[in-house]
């Protein structure tokens, strides 16, 4: 066998189980540069943008400003999800960054758990301002590797790295304590930052088979060639005009490859969504829903999110709603 295909037949097998040779450096955007992992030194890797270009590009995105009528007033409940296994937070030496979303009683081993990492706003370390969002996705049957912990990680900002080590958990077999974790069904998501930061943690990671994106899609223009090299779902769930994802998402999602499934429906909350309302408001119904579609073959779920006219559609809901290449 000639050496180089032997190479990359060596490459192909190291990826798959996550230790491909990592960017190191500074991400330099440039068509046709295609790195080989979504690293970079600015949290939220690849795709994201570092916190001192943030200003420019949102003055030049230029949303307006105005209602929000879907933004929820007050603080919501805290409770263990309104799915069938009651979850909460839990915190594990074997993964001393992230904060695990789980039932708090494994389920029956016949009931197999999809795998979701997730990354919060601002790419920050500590997930706990989504917990009544997290938990609730997490009742309905789903292990959450979420980057962070309260009182945060002694780093300002997680890493693609962090993320990543989020998969490599669900992957090593100990997150098989939380029930019968199911590794060929993984999914990246994320708010804002993190949303960007879970797009670079799929970018040449076969193991990823989904993309949820919260309030968020590329900023700078000149980035988005990156997008050719995301083969799976994406699903974006944005607040409406006045959110800083608006303008990019809907950039994005003309951009993705021709034929690829994508996702993408706006509430009119701004920026914040809905997570912190009780069972993380619309924003809760709608991932949880699109999870269960995807991962469990939900025939309601599925009509919750593509049929305007079934009960309690995401239309009904008044999310605005667009999608393509779904069977
Ligand atoms: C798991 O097994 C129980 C008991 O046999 C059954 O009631 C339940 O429907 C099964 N669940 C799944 C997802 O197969
Ligand atoms: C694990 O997930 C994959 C992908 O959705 C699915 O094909 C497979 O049946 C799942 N395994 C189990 C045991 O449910």
């Known amino acids: 066998m000639a050496p180089v295909s032997s190479y990359l037949k060596a490459f192909v097998a190291a990826s798959a189980v996550g230790i491909a040779i990592r960017q ?6 440039r068509p046709g540069n295609f790195p080989k992992t979504g690293d970079d030194t600015i949290a939220g890797g690849i795709f994201c943008i570092s916190l001192g270009d943030l200003g420019t590009y949102l003055a030049r995105a230029g949303n307006p400003g105005g209602s929000t009528s879907e933004a929820p007033r007050g603080a919501g409940q ?3 999800g309104s799915g069938p296994y009651p979850a909460q937070a839990f915190l594990d ?4 960054k992230h904060t695990i979303f789980a039932p708090k009683v494994p389920p029956p081993n016949n009931v197999s758990l999809p795998l979701i990492t997730w990354g919060n706003g601002g790419c920050g370390t500590d997930p706990n301002s989504f917990k009544n969002f997290l938990i609730e996705v997490a009742s309905h049957g789903y292990v959450i590797a979420a980057v962070g912990r309260q009182g945060g990680i002694g780093q300002s900002q997680t890493t693609v790295q962090n993320h990543r080590d989020g998969v490599d958990w669900g992957y090593s077999g100990k997150a098989s304590k939380y029930g019968n974790v199911n590794t060929t069904a993984i999914t990246t998501m994320g708010q804002s930052c993190g949303g960007l930061e879970a797009m670079s943690t799929a970018y040449h990671d076969e193991r ?4 949820v994106m919260l309030n968020i899609a590329i900023f700078q223009d000149e980035r988005r060639y990156l997008l050719q090299e995301i083969n799976v ?3 974006y769930f944005i607040g409406g005009k006045t959110d800083m994802g608006y303008p990019n998402a809907e950039k994005d999602y003309k951009l993705l490859n021709a034929g690829l499934p994508v996702y993408k429906a706006n509430l009119d909350t701004g920026h914040g969504g809905t997570y912190s309302a009780t069972n993380g408001g619309k924003f809760g119904k709608a991932v949880v829903n699109y999870l269960q579609w995807q991962w469990r073959g939900d025939a309601k779920a599925k009509a919750i999110l593509l049929d305007a006219n079934s009960a309690g559609s995401l239309v009904s809901d ?6 393509k290449n779904w069977t």
Request: charged share 15%; proline share 15%.
């Open 93 to 96: 030496p074997a993964l001393p």
């Open 208 to 211: 990823v088979k989904r993309i």
């Open 24 to 29: 190191t450096g500074t991400f330099v955007p």
């Open 318 to 323: 008044k999310w605005t709603v667009e999608h």
């Open 233 to 235: 779902p994406v699903a």
């Open 78 to 80: 805290a409770t263990s």
